[in-house]
């Protein structure tokens, strides 16, 4: 077997090529993590260390075998709505056989190469699906500003302002981890009545251990989490796939969509045996990530090497981190991550990109998922493209002399939409004798469009006419070879049935 050769100069760039911006980053990215694990954990129905332990162990896996370099995979809540129900019938260990589970379908789907499908999301969809995440990033931290004191909303604010002015007079530490290290200070040094960290679920104390899940392992065990394990792993892939094309633009890099599919599901059989939840890419933490100045693979395993020592090390000091520091951090994020420029498109893109892109947003903002929207602009794309194809297929016809025959020429794409109007084009009440119809420049991709070529072939012989079809490409040929009816016995009373 032939083994890719290793290029060592992008290795040792991805690694070691940023070590200083990555080391910084990836602190910050795991204070942010801490509660978005705790948070996930408990929506999920589950121990706080669950969803820990998952964010650590995937990041650090994901930072060996991800496909985009610079890009954070953690518990998210996409993936924690998704097994509420399968832990409330059924327990913990169930999920984890889960996510085990999932990973093995992630590995699959990256073997049969669906990383490609990216290829079909247009960049309306991209865009609403990055507003539409800044949108929920930002509902999501209304709840630590609802029923609180001054004290709170005067954090926010600084941490708010310590970010963004901090930049303009120096850049050689990231401004959101100054902003928290700086109101946690503050905050501990004046003993301010602020909700923190430690409110949200008690830090585990003790390194994850490998365990196999104590499940029957029999056919209805897999009848039972096999269908949570197929959403997880289309709504984990269809996230990750996204956030890396995301972080693709921001850092004007190229990811492997596959090998990002592959390493997405060793990462999640590694979490599932180490009692983690199953996990994704984080559009959240990426940024965070990417803003801190993270690029390569050191900064994602950092990320996930820092969480757990902070954890398990600083558990009491990261306990006092007050949650406003955290929202600051987030709302930073939300206002990076929306494309402001996209409001200002929305007058000058076309009507039906515009409408692709709104449609993402409000169906994503509305469900809160993620899958439901992209699939919404995913089908909207597609609908809109095939009735702009459809209107560039032009049929023209020209007479011969004697008025006893004509020809017409077929310029386009003919489909399932364009099909009516390629027949529609054609006078069959002429009294002619003869009709050559030249696709020379025509493709016939369906059994829609080799309907249409019957309908028109019948309709002139049925008054009487000769028709010669002329410049059939190999594949239009091959598709007229397997499914064209009108030089069939019966062709022409299947047109009379019609």
């Not at 070691?16 to 129905?45: M, Q, R």
């Not at 104590?214 to 709504?235: A, G, R």
Request: glycine share 10%; aromatic share 8%.
């Amino acid at each position: 077997m032939n083994l890719p050769a290793i290029d060592l100069a992008t290795v040792r760039q991805n690694w070691f090529g940023n070590l200083k911006g990555d080391s910084l980053a990836g602190i910050v990215v795991a204070l942010a993590l801490i509660p978005e694990a705790i948070a996930f954990s408990i929506i999920a129905g589950v121990d706080p260390a669950v969803g820990l332990y998952a964010s650590f162990v995937v990041c650090v896996v994901i930072a060996f075998a991800g496909g985009r370099p610079g890009m954070i995979s953690a518990a998210t809540g996409a993936m924690a709505l998704l097994m509420i129900t399968l832990v409330r019938e059924h327990g913990l260990q169930y999920l984890l056989a889960a996510t085990i589970l999932t990973g093995i379908l992630q590995i699959i789907a990256g073997y049969i190469r669906l990383g490609a499908l990216m290829r079909f999301v247009s960049k309306s969809v991209v865009t609403g699906f990055v507003n539409a995440l800044a949108i929920l990033i930002f509902l999501a931290q209304l709840p630590e500003l609802t029923n609180v004191g001054w004290e709170t909303y005067a954090m926010v604010a600084g941490g708010l302002a310590i970010i963004y002015i901090l930049p303009r007079l120096t850049k050689a530490i990231p401004s959101p981890l100054v902003a928290i290290v700086v109101l946690t200070a503050l905050s501990m040094v004046m003993g301010l009545d602020v909700r923190n960290v430690g409110d949200m679920g008690q830090l585990p104390a003790t390194l994850p251990m490998f365990l196999i899940p104590d499940i029957p392992l029999n056919l209805e065990t897999l009848m039972i989490i096999f269908p949570y394990s197929l959403t997880l792993m289309m709504v984990g892939l269809l996230e990750s796939l996204m956030t890396a094309t995301i972080v693709d633009e921001l850092t004007d890099t190229p990811s492997d969509k596959n090998r990002e599919c592959k390493g997405q599901g060793v990462a999640n059989i590694a979490s599932g045996f180490f009692g983690g939840m199953a996990a994704c890419a984080m559009i959240g933490q990426s940024v965070i990530n990417i803003k801190s100045g993270g690029r390569g693979r050191m900064s994602t395993l950092l990320a996930g090497l820092f969480l757990l020592f902070m954890i398990l090390v600083l558990g009491e000091w990261v306990a006092q981190i007050p949650m406003a520091a955290l929202v600051a951090v987030m709302f930073m994020v939300a206002i990076g991550t929306f494309n402001w420029g996209s409001v200002k498109n929305l007058v000058q893109h076309p009507k039906s990109s515009s409408f692709v892109m709104l449609a993402t947003v409000v169906v994503t903002v509305f469900t809160h998922d993620l899958a439901k929207g992209v699939f919404t602009g995913v089908l909207l794309s597609g609908i809109f493209f095939a009735q702009k194809v459809a209107r560039i297929v032009a049929v023209q016809s020209t007479a011969a002399e004697d008025g006893r025959s004509r020809e017409y020429t077929v310029l386009g794409q003919i489909f399932f939409a364009s099909a009516d109007g390629f027949v529609g084009a054609f006078d069959f009440k002429e009294a002619i004798d003869h009709v050559r119809i030249d696709v020379s420049r025509a493709h016939f991709w369906d059994v829609s469009a080799i309907s249409a070529l019957d309908k028109v072939i019948l309709k002139f012989r049925r008054e009487g006419t000769v028709v010669e079809v002329d410049g059939l490409n190999e594949a239009s040929r091959t598709m007229v070879d397997k499914f064209a009816m009108h030089d069939k016995p019966g062709a022409m009373d299947s047109l009379m049935g019609h």
